[in-house]
Structures are given as structure tokens and as C-alpha cells.
């Protein structure tokens, strides 16, 4: 994977190949524009290698370095427009689809507007394509020609909410009822959902910003303080020949920062290209489930036994440095030793917490789609039709609490034991409205299904401040990454500043 990700690296270096990636994004390269850009950074890379006085060999790995990173910049760019226009056609089409619904009731003519409403481009082209299997009736699977057809937008456009849309037009053409309410339901979480990732990409355009600023700060700042440290070098009588602009070490590091600075500003930009459409949950798919199979399997006693026979061999060695006098090395030894006796505890719960922000990233998403399901099944049927499309994490939960349902539907804890494993309140909250529902009948159940959709909107909120936590966490990582490369850099040149005017002195001493 690494080995194919340096390989296009290298092979976007050819601006032809550049212009095939670009255009692959739907846009058109330039070379007027590509030309102006270089000369553009080449002038400002030039200006900041003149501001630290580089030797031409240096300087030239800093020009290198910059022509290598120009065109993953431009990529990039592009690769950003690309995925914001996919989210735009997404979110579009998921509006305009329900809207068309509501209409004509049937899902080819649905699509067939929907897709008068789009221009010239890969969703239009994708609706084209859809509307004319339909027409076709042909099926190549068991699927069936419209859950087929469907499933080459989801294909193209991967979406959570495109998805959820898409089921509720299956379960209306082949069910019928009544689906004004679901529809509307639907509406309103598409629109909070268009919210959410605006504001989320505002937030990471504005840490962005702040992380050039630190790049432009500490670049700054060091190139000042070399130049103080040359002015009182310059000071003293005989050294006025002399710089501290020429010593070796001060030069490397002035290569090293300049190129650091180079990937700070590459890994800042990376952060805004993230696919809009893929969650972040569905990124951290595998290692969350492999959190939640830790937590369920988990059994103390072996594992304190497994720990302690880890644990005994540097508890032995610590007993034995400490017969021997060796204090330090006896109190590293029973530190390591009791961390280790306590490791299986430490993985148990930092396993739970990675399960729970999992769930309260998932949860809003299944809770919306037992909301819709809801509208025309009772609540036993809507949980077993939702395990299907239930997010991985979930599935055995499901599974368990369907069974327990079978056995005793009428018991408030056939309920409340779903997940009841971590530590998420609105679980339970929402597991009592399933079970309030299901023994009220119809007579309740548009108010409890209402309060479970505003429950729904709050969950679906505490998710993106997880979201938005580790966004940020992240963006203030790449802010202190600068600031820790000047702290070095001014530590080195002023160590290297004093010894250099500590030799001036000597030899002015000595003249």
C-alpha cells in the first residue's frame, strides 16, 4: 500500500500524469495556471532561502523538495473541490428524490425529475443510467431491478443517508402505506446533516488557517533570531568577516526546518480532502469492533493470570537488583512489572471507551431508520428488519436482544440489557421509548416516535462533538508541530550562537 502510495507521488511529478488525475476529479488542468503557481512558490521558497542564507547545495534540496510537493498541493486542491461537489450532488439528490416521491409515488419517476434537476456530470450521468435499467426491467440478481438500480447510486455515491432514503422508497413501492410522515422525517435529517458537515469543514478551514499562521510565525521567528545572533556576533572587533549564517550545523538546520515546515503545511492541507461521505466511524470500522469483541470476551481471571506470569520474570530480576544494591534499576523493574499486572484492566477500559464513542456515532444513524420503519411495522419487526442494515458494531446487540424479545416481549429488561455493557444513558432511554411504543400500541406511538426522533437530533449532535474533538485534537496537533520545530531550531542556533561567541572572545583574548 505504501510502495503504491510513493509510486504516485513519483508518477504525479509528470504533468501529464498530473493533468490525468485532475481530470479524472472532473476539472480541467492549466497549464498557464500550473506554470504561474510554480514560478509563484519557486519565488517564495527562493526568498525564504535567501532569508536563511542557504548554501547553494542546501538550497538546492530545499528547490527539490518544493517542486516534489507542488503538484500533491494542486492535487489535492482539485481532489477538495471534487469532494465537496460529490457531497453537494449527494445532499441534493437525497432532497430532491423525497421531494419528487411525494409526487408520483412511484420510484422511476422520482428519479427521472431528480435527475432533470442535475448538469452535466458523474450524478446525472449515474441517474441516466439508472432510470434506463429500470425501464429496461431487467434484473441480473435475485435483488430485483429496483433495489438493483439503487444500489449503483449508493456504489457511486457511498452514504449513510442515501442509503436510509433509498430503503424507505423500497419499503413504500413494494409495501405501499402511508409514507408522508417518513418522508418528512427524512427531510429534516438531511437538512441537519448538510449543517453538521458545513460547519465541521468551516471549523477545518479556519484550523488550517491557524496552522499557516504557526508555519509563517516560526519561520519567522527563527530567521530573526539568527539574525540577532549575527548582529552581536558582527559587534565585536575582528569577527566583522565572519557569520553565523556559515556554520555547518546552523545550516542543516535551517534545511530540516524549512523541509519540516513543508510536510506540516502537506498534512494541514490533507485534512481538508477527507471524503465528506464516509463517516468516521466507517474509517475506524474494523478496530471498533475489534474494541467491542475485547469487552465481551473479557475474562479477569485469565487474563490476571496470563499478566502475571508476564509480570513475574522482572519482578524476580527487580528483587534480585535490589539484594544486589541496584535501587534503580529494582524500582524500574517492579514499576514495569506492576504495569503490567494491571495491563489487562488498562486494555479493558480504554476497549469500552473506543466502543462507546463508536456507538454514539452509529446509534443516531440506526435510531432514525427504526423512526422510519416504525411509521408501518411494530416495534418487534422493526428491530428485526433493521438488523440487516445495522452498522457492524450493532448487529450482534440486535441479534441478542431480538432473541429476548421472543421469549419475553413484555419485560422493560429484554430491553434495557441491549448494550448494556457501556456506558451510553441514551440507550436505555431510547430502548424504554421502543418498549413504551410497543405496549401503548398506535394510540402513543406518533408522540413517542416523535420524541425519538428529537432524541435522534441530540444523539446525532454528541456524535459530531466526537467527531469534531478529534478533528480538532488532530488540527492542534499540526498547530504545535511548527512551534516544536522552532523550539529546537532556536535551542540549536543558540547553542551554537553562544559557542560561537564564546570562540570570538577567546581569540580576541588571545590577540
Given at each position: 500500500?505504501?510502495?503504491?502510495?510513493?509510486?504516485?507521488?513519483?508518477?504525479?511529478?509528470?504533468?501529464?500524469?498530473?493533468?490525468?488525475?485532475?481530470?479524472?476529479?472532473?476539472?480541467?488542468?492549466?497549464?498557464?495556471?500550473?506554470?504561474?503557481?510554480?514560478?509563484?512558490?519557486?519565488?517564495?521558497?527562493?526568498?525564504?532561502?535567501?532569508?536563511?542564507?542557504?548554501?547553494?547545495?542546501?538550497?538546492?534540496?530545499?528547490?527539490?523538495?518544493?517542486?516534489?510537493?507542488?503538484?500533491?498541493?494542486?492535487?489535492?486542491?482539485?481532489?477538495?473541490?471534487?469532494?465537496?461537489?460529490?457531497?453537494?450532488?449527494?445532499?441534493?439528490?437525497?432532497?430532491?428524490?423525497?421531494?419528487?416521491?411525494?409526487?408520483?409515488?412511484?420510484?422511476?419517476?422520482?428519479?427521472?425529475?431528480?435527475?432533470?434537476?442535475?448538469?452535466?456530470?458523474?450524478?446525472?450521468?449515474?441517474?441516466?443510467?439508472?432510470?434506463?435499467?429500470?425501464?429496461?426491467?431487467?434484473?441480473?440478481?435475485?435483488?430485483?431491478?429496483?433495489?438493483?438500480?439503487?444500489?449503483?447510486?449508493?456504489?457511486?455515491?457511498?452514504?449513510?443517508?442515501?442509503?436510509?432514503?433509498?430503503?424507505?422508497?423500497?419499503?413504500?413501492?413494494?409495501?405501499?402505506?402511508?409514507?408522508?410522515?417518513?418522508?418528512?422525517?427524512?427531510?429534516?435529517?438531511?437538512?441537519?446533516?448538510?449543517?453538521?458537515?458545513?460547519?465541521?469543514?468551516?471549523?477545518?478551514?479556519?484550523?488550517?488557517?491557524?496552522?499557516?499562521?504557526?508555519?509563517?510565525?516560526?519561520?519567522?521567528?527563527?530567521?530573526?533570531?539568527?539574525?540577532?545572533?549575527?548582529?552581536?556576533?558582527?559587534?565585536?572587533?575582528?569577527?566583522?568577516?565572519?557569520?553565523?549564517?556559515?556554520?555547518?550545523?546552523?545550516?542543516?538546520s535551517s534545511l530540516f526546518f524549512?523541509?519540516?515546515?513543508?510536510?506540516?503545511?502537506?498534512?494541514?492541507?490533507?485534512?481538508?480532502?477527507?471524503?465528506?461521505?464516509?463517516?468516521?466511524?466507517?474509517?475506524?470500522?474494523?478496530?471498533?469492533?475489534?474494541?467491542?469483541?475485547?469487552?465481551?470476551?473479557y475474562d479477569e481471571k485469565k487474563?490476571?493470570?496470563?499478566?502475571?506470569?508476564?509480570?513475574?520474570?522482572?519482578?524476580?530480576?527487580?528483587?534480585?537488583?535490589?539484594?544486589?544494591?541496584?535501587?534503580?534499576?529494582?524500582?524500574?523493574?517492579?514499576?514495569?512489572?506492576?504495569?503490567?499486572?494491571?495491563?489487562?484492566?488498562?486494555?479493558?477500559?480504554?476497549?469500552k471507551k473506543d466502543v462507546t464513542?463508536?456507538?454514539?456515532?452509529?446509534?443516531?444513524?440506526?435510531?432514525?431508520?427504526?423512526?422510519?420503519?416504525?411509521?408501518?411495522?411494530?416495534?418487534?419487526?422493526?428491530?428485526?428488519?433493521?438488523?440487516?442494515?445495522?452498522?457492524?458494531?450493532?448487529?450482534?446487540?440486535?441479534?441478542?436482544?431480538?432473541?429476548?424479545?421472543?421469549?419475553?416481549?413484555?419485560?422493560?429488561?429484554?430491553?434495557?440489557?441491549?448494550?448494556?455493557?457501556?456506558?451510553?444513558?441514551?440507550?436505555?432511554?431510547?430502548?424504554?421509548?421502543?418498549?413504551?411504543?410497543?405496549?401503548?400500541?398506535?394510540?402513543?406511538?406518533?408522540?413517542?416516535?416523535?420524541?425519538?426522533?428529537?432524541?435522534?437530533?441530540?444523539?446525532?449532535?454528541?456524535?459530531?462533538?466526537?467527531?469534531?474533538?478529534?478533528?480538532?485534537?488532530?488540527?492542534?496537533?499540526?498547530?504545535?508541530?511548527?512551534?516544536?520545530?522552532?523550539?529546537?531550531?532556536?535551542?540549536?542556533?543558540?547553542?551554537?550562537?553562544?559557542?560561537?561567541?564564546?570562540?570570538?572572545?577567546?581569540?580576541?583574548?588571545?590577540?
Amino acid at each position: 500500500m505504501k510502495r503504491e502510495k510513493y509510486f504516485n507521488l513519483i508518477k504525479i511529478l509528470n504533468p501529464k500524469n498530473l493533468a490525468k488525475e485532475i481530470h479524472a476529479y472532473g476539472y480541467h488542468f492549466s497549464w498557464k495556471a500550473h506554470i504561474f503557481e510554480m514560478i509563484c512558490i519557486l519565488l517564495g521558497i527562493s526568498a525564504i532561502g535567501c532569508l536563511f542564507q542557504l548554501k547553494t547545495l542546501y538550497f538546492m534540496i530545499v528547490v527539490l523538495a518544493v517542486i516534489f510537493v507542488l503538484p500533491v498541493f494542486v492535487l489535492d486542491m482539485y481532489k477538495r473541490m471534487y469532494e465537496q461537489k460529490r457531497f453537494l450532488d449527494a445532499s441534493t439528490y437525497a432532497e430532491q428524490v423525497l421531494y419528487s416521491f411525494q409526487k408520483s409515488k412511484k420510484v422511476v419517476a422520482a428519479l427521472k425529475e431528480t435527475e432533470e434537476v442535475f448538469e452535466d456530470g458523474q450524478m446525472k450521468q449515474i441517474l441516466r443510467e439508472a432510470v434506463s435499467n429500470m425501464e429496461a426491467g431487467y434484473a441480473r440478481t435475485e435483488k430485483g431491478i429496483l433495489r438493483e438500480t439503487l444500489e449503483q447510486i449508493e456504489n457511486a455515491y457511498p452514504c449513510s443517508k442515501i442509503h436510509m432514503v433509498h430503503e424507505l422508497l423500497i419499503g413504500s413501492e413494494e409495501y405501499g402505506g402511508n409514507t408522508e410522515r417518513s418522508v418528512l422525517l427524512m427531510l429534516d435529517d438531511i437538512e441537519l446533516w448538510k449543517r453538521r458537515e458545513y460547519k465541521l469543514f468551516a471549523d477545518k478551514k479556519v484550523s488550517n488557517a491557524d496552522n499557516i499562521i504557526s508555519v509563517i510565525v516560526a519561520t519567522i521567528l527563527c530567521a530573526v533570531t539568527l539574525y540577532v545572533l549575527n548582529g552581536m556576533g558582527q559587534m565585536f572587533r575582528g569577527a566583522e568577516g565572519t557569520s553565523v549564517f556559515r556554520i555547518e550545523i546552523i545550516q542543516a538546520s535551517s534545511l530540516f526546518f524549512i523541509l519540516f515546515m513543508l510536510l506540516v503545511l502537506i498534512k494541514s492541507e490533507k485534512k481538508l480532502t477527507a471524503d465528506w461521505l464516509l463517516n468516521s466511524y466507517v474509517r475506524n470500522e474494523k478496530y471498533t469492533l475489534s474494541s467491542y469483541e475485547t469487552v465481551m470476551h473479557y475474562d479477569e481471571k485469565k487474563e490476571k493470570k496470563k499478566n502475571f506470569l508476564f509480570a513475574l520474570p522482572f519482578i524476580l530480576a527487580a528483587s534480585i537488583a535490589l539484594l544486589f544494591g541496584k535501587i534503580w534499576v529494582g524500582v524500574a523493574g517492579l514499576l514495569l512489572a506492576a504495569f503490567l499486572l494491571l495491563q489487562h484492566r488498562i486494555g479493558y477500559q480504554l476497549a469500552k471507551k473506543d466502543v462507546t464513542r463508536g456507538l454514539y456515532i452509529v446509534l443516531p444513524q440506526w435510531m432514525m431508520e427504526m423512526a422510519l420503519l416504525l411509521q408501518n411495522n411494530n416495534v418487534q419487526i422493526s428491530i428485526e428488519k433493521s438488523i440487516r442494515e445495522a452498522p457492524p458494531v450493532l448487529k450482534k446487540e440486535l441479534e441478542l436482544l431480538t432473541q429476548r424479545l421472543k421469549k419475553a416481549p413484555d419485560k422493560l429488561r429484554s430491553y434495557t440489557e441491549f448494550c448494556n455493557m457501556f456506558d451510553v444513558p441514551e440507550i436505555q432511554s431510547c430502548m424504554k421509548m421502543l418498549h413504551a411504543i410497543s405496549e401503548s400500541g398506535t394510540g402513543n406511538a406518533d408522540i413517542q416516535i416523535h420524541n425519538m426522533v428529537q432524541r435522534v437530533h441530540e444523539m446525532q449532535n454528541m456524535a459530531d462533538d466526537i467527531s469534531n474533538e478529534d478533528m480538532a485534537f488532530q488540527m492542534k496537533m499540526i498547530f504545535s508541530y511548527p512551534v516544536l520545530a522552532a523550539t529546537i531550531k532556536l535551542l540549536i542556533d543558540l547553542t551554537i550562537g553562544m559557542i560561537y561567541m564564546i570562540q570570538i572572545l577567546s581569540s580576541m583574548g588571545g590577540v
